[in-house]
């Protein structure tokens, strides 16, 4: 017969308990769509697993749950847009902010700490063995993002006081970002046949996407306003650059377990770095050449 539990040592185990059951479910959802046998074998033990807790903590609180139906569809949808495996890991990251919980649960409940720690110990296994193609391709993403975010801010800051005309300052840019496009596409496709891989073609498709996508989005805010408003559109590119190096930095910081500041201020302060630069060299031409558009 277990002892009686305090109300606050109750709650916590109710809590964990509706973690562990709605997690359970969420593993089953997404088995259902991943891509590879293994990683859906992977995932369904892991909410087998997730089940299991579910019941020793049915056990102390003699309760009954339901899942929680808008963290299921929320993690569902993740997985959907931005992958199973980023989805899991945001969901168990999320797990350890409730450390302080479990310390405070181990003083009435001493099973509570070893319970925990083969629970983080399992599930850290099994989710390092999960094999998602687009994780494979973060590097030739990285490369086709950062080549992007420097030429091309570098290139919009130089034009902005040199051109200060939007329409010209985009024009120019989405020649000059296309044309890169490609360029980066086909160096990254005989690099990788260089080096023998047979994933050639979808390494550089990966590297010329990631190009693409940041030249439309940097180029977008001189396309939307006025001919006379260049210094906003700077602006404007100026925070795409810092949200798109912070999106993609969280993103890979916690799919693929690195650190996030530390990548986040290396990207950015060269970005921005190259924009200063760059756009002193424009005032520089435009006042040398005598230049006036």
């Not at 003083?107 to 999960?130: D, G, T, Y």
């Not at 973060?138 to 801010?153: C, H, I, K, Q, R």
């Amino acid at each position: 017969m277990k002892k009686q539990l305090s109300e606050k040592a109750l709650s916590i185990i109710k809590k964990m308990q509706q973690n562990e059951l709605t997690e359970s479910v969420i593993y089953e959802e997404i088995a259902k769509f991943a891509k590879g046998d293994e990683n859906k074998q992977t995932l369904i033990r892991l909410a087998k697993e997730e089940k299991a807790h579910y019941e020793i903590w049915r056990g102390y609180s003699q309760t009954e749950m339901k899942p929680e139906a808008l963290k299921v569809l929320k993690f569902k949808f993740i997985a959907r847009v931005l992958g199973f495996t980023f989805a899991v890991k945001l969901m168990e990251n999320g797990e350890e902010a409730a450390q302080e919980e479990y310390a405070l649960l181990a003083k009435e409940v001493e099973e509570s700490f070893l319970i925990r720690q083969q629970e983080e110990e399992h599930e850290h296994a099994l989710l390092e063995m999960l094999d998602e193609e687009i994780l494979q391709y973060v590097g030739s993403m990285v490369l086709g993002l950062n080549d992007a975010l420097v030429e091309l801010t570098g290139s919009l800051a130089g034009f902005t006081f040199a051109m200060q005309n939007t329409r010209l300052i985009a024009l120019s840019g989405l020649i000059i970002g296309i044309s890169a496009t490609f360029s980066m596409a086909s160096s990254e496709f005989l690099a990788a046949r260089s080096e023998g891989r047979s994933d050639a073609l979808k390494s550089c498709m990966y590297t010329g996407v990631a190009y693409l996508i940041t030249v439309v989005l940097l180029v977008m805010p001189y396309l939307v306003l006025g001919n006379e408003q260049y210094l906003l559109a700077l602006a404007c590119m100026l925070a795409i650059v810092i949200f798109i190096i912070a999106g993609f930095t969280y993103y890979t910081s916690v799919a693929q377990d690195q650190p996030f500041k530390s990548r986040f201020l290396e990207m950015a302060i060269i970005s921005v770095t190259v924009a200063v630069l760059s756009f002193g060299v424009g005032v520089l031409a435009k006042q040398f050449l005598g230049v006036d558009l």
